[in-house]
């Protein structure tokens, strides 16, 4: 299964609502996650199930969608989301992940 | 608290050969799927493959079957990852990663603890 995301980069302010898709190549259902990885670090899981927040993640951040789209919405910016996001789907082996989407400041 | 503990950069040779490893603690090691990522300079992630450490079942992305190999001591708490013969291009950053699983309808997994990650430099 492919997916790709777009936009690929996006330059954005604090305060903005951002919002990120992810387009699988066949039907995954829900079997969709969401990383978040800043520069140097492990990435971190943001959401699973394409719409479940993964414990101790700010509500700012959603997700949604099923099927073959997908999107993540971070509803207000903040200078610590600043990073880059990738999906990875569930739903078959091996298990993909996007090309992921850089977020920088404007 | 969950933790996995990755071991420290490697610098090797084409053709050497390498074993990372990565330990969990604060849970319980043997019944959660451990996950390998690869991470090329300045790209992005790369689904690797998984382990079940209780009986060392495992998963491999066709992209590296016969690439790699993975494998757990349970005794320990450890996963490792092993190459026999290193190549310029495994030159990256390698993550463990736990898989948690969700079971409804079907079950599915996805990585909710990350190591700190492994770089592996191959350069002669």
């Known amino acids: 299964i492919q997916l790709t995301q777009s936009p690929s980069s996006l330059s954005a302010s604090v305060g903005d609502r951002v919002t990120i898709t992810c387009r699988a190549s066949q039907d995954i259902d829900i079997y969709l996650a969401w990383y978040q990885q800043k520069p140097g670090k492990a990435p971190k899981l943001l959401i699973y199930s394409a719409s479940t927040l993964q414990s101790g993640v700010p509500s700012r951040f959603s997700g949604s969608g099923s099927g073959t789209d997908f999107t993540l919405t971070i509803s207000s910016l903040q200078p610590e989301d600043f990073a880059s996001y990738y999906c990875q789907q569930l739903s078959d082996f091996p298990r993909t992940f996007g090309p992921g989407t850089k977020v920088d400041i404007k | 608290e969950v933790q996995l503990v990755q071991s420290g950069a490697e610098v090797k040779k084409p053709g050497e050969s390498l074993k990372i490893s990565c330990k969990g603690s604060?849970?319980?090691?043997?019944?959660?799927?451990i996950g390998w990522v690869r991470q090329m300079p300045g790209k992005g992630l790369e689904w690797m493959g998984i382990i079940y450490p209780d009986d060392s079942d495992t998963r491999y992305s066709p992209s590296f079957q016969g690439q790699v190999t993975m494998s757990a001591d349970k005794s320990i708490s450890t996963a490792y990852l092993q190459w026999s013969s290193l190549k310029a291009s495994d030159t990256a950053i390698y993550y463990c990663a736990r898989q948690d699983v969700l079971c409804g309808g079907r079950c599915y997994g996805y990585f909710d603890f990350w190591g700190q990650g492994t770089l592996v430099t191959v350069s002669s």
């Open positions: 604060g849970y319980k090691f043997n019944s959660y799927w």
